[in-house]
């Protein structure tokens, strides 16, 4: 079996300096939008104008490349974002499951029996529960 572990916290986190690098992007194509455009011949003759041509073509192809990879930045952070809350919403659902379970969140009909297992399971009765005081979680991850 395998274990994924992601703290969807810094997912979010990820997600949002994405979202600052795209809003850069986005700037940096707006301000080379005019000047790669169209191009102006520096001179009249007929070589300054070809050179203006294929630079102004230039300009168009990364006008145009420059918009999808904005649009691919832009579906990237929407996919980032969506799967953190994915985990988010996992991760809520098992501690939801976890608490119900032990008899911590619910009708209250349910009974621990002491480290979160319902009384029926724990092989402890009431009597030598008392004794045996606060039980508490190991310290670390799980």
Do not use: C, W
Not at 43 to 50: E, K, N
Not at 93 to 116: C, P
Not at 124 to 142: E, K, M, S, T
């Amino acid at each position: 079996m395998s274990f994924v572990t992601a703290v969807p916290q810094e997912v979010l986190a990820a997600a949002r300096h994405l979202a600052g690098i795209r809003s850069l992007l986005a700037d940096s194509s707006a301000a080379a939008a005019a000047p790669t455009a169209e191009m102006v011949a520096p001179a009249g003759d007929q070589v300054s104008a070809q050179v203006a041509a294929l630079l102004s073509a230039f300009g168009q192809d990364y006008q145009g490349i420059s918009a999808q990879a904005q649009e691919f930045h832009e579906q990237f952070v929407d996919l980032l974002n969506a799967g953190a809350g994915a985990y988010l919403g996992t991760d809520v659902a098992n501690a939801k499951r976890g608490l119900l379970d032990a008899g911590v969140v619910g009708d209250g009909a349910r009974q621990s029996g002491g480290a979160g297992l319902p009384a029926a399971l724990s092989g402890i009765d009431r009597p030598q529960r008392q004794n045996l005081g606060p039980v508490r979680p190991p310290d670390g991850p799980y």
